[in-house]
Antibody, heavy 116, light 108 residues
């Protein structure tokens, strides 16, 4: 069955960097785009970034543009989210999700806390 | 950016009753709308896509309707496991993909 497993979350100081990973299994990794969606504590869902199935295109939400970078390694069936210049408002659970326009499969999420 | 607005923010319903949740888009998204259910501590789960198509394994008591800018999620007879937060999401015009703010369905 399709599985997405996030890792790499933790506590980080403002201004520092963190890299999240999303490991996929149970399907042909190269046939679907992968997105990152985040959820601040007690808040709603916010789309963060996407990478196309062939890795050719990436898009970012305005709140992370210029600070976050999404990439994929097809040899490891893994998508990464490199987060630089982190701010307190980036504190959230970060989910990766497989996309067909709508999100059919989600990971369990990884918590990122940005705090001094 | 297409803004999605959900109402009400909270809906109090008794088990066995019908729940009707609304989602409005700031511009037409045609039928490119999905609904998700999220329970505390869990990832969202896809319920409906293309405005009215149930995802795999979703019970028939969940139904979606609407097009353009006005959409509705109906839960025909609420079960205990249906008390959760529900989000709509448009995928008609992106980036960015956008979600509504959510409707919490709780026990009356």
């Amino acid at each position: 069955q399709v599985q997405l497993v996030e890792s790499g979350g933790g506590v980080v100081q403002p201004g520092r960097s963190l890299r999240l990973s999303c490991a996929a299994s149970g399907y042909d990794f190269r046939t679907y785009a992968i997105h990152w969606v985040r959820q601040a504590p007690g808040k709603g869902l916010e789309w963060v970034a996407v990478i196309w199935s062939d890795g050719s295109t990436q898009y970012y939400g305005d709140s992370v543009k210029g600070r976050f970078s999404i990439s994929r390694d097809d040899s490891k069936n893994t998508v990464y989210l490199q987060m630089n210049s982190l701010r307190a408002e980036d504190t959230a659970v970060y989910y990766c999700a497989r996309n067909s326009g709508w999100f059919t499969h989600w990971g369990q999420g990884t918590l990122v806390t940005v705090s001094a | 950016e297409i803004v999605m607005t959900q109402s009400p923010a909270t809906l109090s319903v008794s088990p066995g009753e019908r729940a009707t949740l609304s989602c409005r888009a700031s511009q037409s998204v045609t039928y490119n709308l999905a609904w998700y259910q999220q329970k505390p501590g869990q990832a969202p789960r896809l319920l409906i896509y293309a405005a009215s198509t149930r995802a795999t394994g979703i019970p028939a008591r969940f139904s979606g309707s609407g097009s353009g800018t006005e959409f509705t999620l109906t839960i025909s007879s609420l079960q205990s496991e249906d008390f959760a937060v529900y989000y709509c999401q448009q995928y008609h015009n992106w980036p960015p993909l956008t979600f509504g703010g959510g409707t919490k369905v709780d026990i009356k």
